[in-house]
C-alpha cells in the first residue's frame, strides 16, 4: 500500500501482491487509490492479483520462519499446514507438501524423556510397538508425538492426519543410513582401489548395531518384520 513498485509474483510463481483488505494485514497490496480506476482493478483480476487466504499466509509470512530460524511456536503452524492440506483439491495437496515437508515442524520425543522437541517428518519414526522396540537400544531415535496431534485434531480427521503425516515423510520402517566411508576403511573391507579419485559408500540398516548387541529368537522376528 505504499508508492513501490513491487513484483506480484516471485521466482516460483507464488503471489507475494495482494488486494487490500480490512481484516488481514502484513501483507504488501495494492495502492488503495489505483483500485478505484476500473482498468487497473480489471487487469489486477487478469493476472490473479487476490486477497490473501491461508494458502498466502503459509508461504509469504508461515515458511519464512524457518528459513530464518530461531525459537517457533510450531503447534498452530501445524495446524495451519494440516488444515489447507484437509481442504486443498488433490492435485495440489502433493505440491504444497513438497513444500513443507523439509521444514522442522513436526513434534517428536526420544524414549523415557518427556520433553518434546520439533524436527524433519523424515527424521522421525512412527510410535508403531515393533518400532519402538526395536529402538529399544538406540536411545536418540526420534519418534513421533502421535498422541499429541490426536488430542490437536478431531478423531473424524485422524484418517487425513495420518495420510498428511505419511506424505510428510515420517517412517514406518528404520531408515538405510548412507556414510561415505574413509580410505582405510575402504581398504579394511576389501574394496579394490583405483586410482586417486574415489568414494566409498556403506548402507546399514538404522539402529541394526545396536539391535543385534543382544540378539535372541524374539528379536530376530521382530528384526524381519521392519524389513
Given at each position: 500500500?505504499?508508492?513501490?513498485?513491487?513484483?506480484?509474483?516471485?521466482?516460483?510463481?507464488?503471489?507475494?501482491?495482494?488486494?487490500?483488505?480490512?481484516?488481514?494485514?502484513?501483507?504488501?497490496?495494492?495502492?488503495?487509490?489505483?483500485?478505484?480506476?476500473?482498468?487497473?482493478?480489471?487487469?489486477?483480476?487478469?493476472?490473479?492479483?487476490?486477497?490473501?487466504?491461508?494458502?498466502?499466509?503459509?508461504?509469504?509470512?508461515?515458511?519464512?520462519?524457518?528459513?530464518?530460524?530461531?525459537?517457533?511456536?510450531?503447534?498452530?503452524?501445524?495446524?495451519?499446514?494440516?488444515?489447507?492440506?484437509?481442504?486443498?483439491?488433490?492435485?495440489?495437496?502433493?505440491?504444497?507438501?513438497?513444500?513443507?515437508?523439509?521444514?522442522?515442524?513436526?513434534?517428536?520425543?526420544?524414549?523415557?524423556?518427556?520433553?518434546?522437541?520439533?524436527?524433519?517428518?523424515?527424521?522421525?519414526y512412527w510410535p508403531d510397538e515393533d518400532l519402538v522396540e526395536y529402538f529399544v537400544a538406540k536411545p536418540?531415535?526420534?519418534?513421533?508425538?502421535?498422541?499429541?496431534?490426536?488430542?490437536?485434531?478431531?478423531?473424524?480427521?485422524?484418517?487425513?492426519?495420518?495420510?498428511?503425516?505419511?506424505?510428510?515423510?515420517?517412517?514406518?520402517?528404520?531408515?538405510?543410513?548412507?556414510?561415505?566411508?574413509?580410505?582405510?576403511?575402504?581398504?579394511?573391507?576389501?574394496?579394490?582401489?583405483?586410482?586417486?579419485?574415489?568414494?566409498?559408500?556403506?548402507?546399514?540398516?538404522?539402529?541394526?548395531?545396536?539391535?543385534?548387541?543382544?540378539?535372541?529368537?524374539?528379536?530376530?522376528?521382530?528384526?524381519?518384520?521392519?524389513?
Open positions: 500500500d505504499e508508492n513501490n513498485a513491487v513484483p506480484a509474483f516471485d521466482h516460483q510463481g507464488q503471489p507475494v501482491l495482494f488486494l487490500p483488505d480490512e481484516e488481514i494485514t502484513g501483507y504488501v497490496t495494492v495502492k488503495r487509490e489505483l483500485l478505484k480506476n476500473k482498468t487497473t482493478r480489471a487487469f489486477c483480476d487478469k493476472i490473479g492479483i487476490k486477497k490473501p487466504d491461508l494458502r498466502d499466509e503459509i508461504y509469504t509470512r508461515i515458511l519464512p520462519e524457518y528459513d530464518r530460524g530461531g525459537d517457533i511456536d510450531t503447534e498452530p503452524h501445524f495446524l495451519k499446514f494440516f488444515r489447507y492440506f484437509k481442504d486443498c483439491p488433490l492435485s495440489k495437496a502433493d505440491e504444497f507438501v513438497s513444500l513443507i515437508k523439509d521444514k522442522e515442524f513436526v513434534s517428536y520425543r526420544f524414549q523415557n524423556d518427556e520433553i518434546v522437541y520439533r524436527g524433519k517428518a523424515s527424521e522421525i536418540d531415535a526420534r519418534f513421533l508425538d502421535l498422541e499429541s496431534y490426536h488430542e490437536m485434531i478431531s478423531t473424524k480427521d485422524h484418517e487425513q492426519l495420518h495420510d498428511f503425516l505419511r506424505k510428510l515423510g515420517v517412517r514406518r520402517s528404520p531408515d538405510i543410513v548412507i556414510r561415505e566411508l574413509v580410505f582405510y576403511e575402504a581398504r579394511e573391507l576389501g574394496i579394490e582401489i583405483k586410482g586417486k579419485q574415489n568414494q566409498f559408500f556403506d548402507k546399514k540398516i538404522d539402529g541394526a548395531d545396536e539391535f543385534f548387541q543382544c540378539i535372541d529368537l524374539h528379536k530376530s522376528v521382530l528384526f524381519w518384520k521392519q524389513l
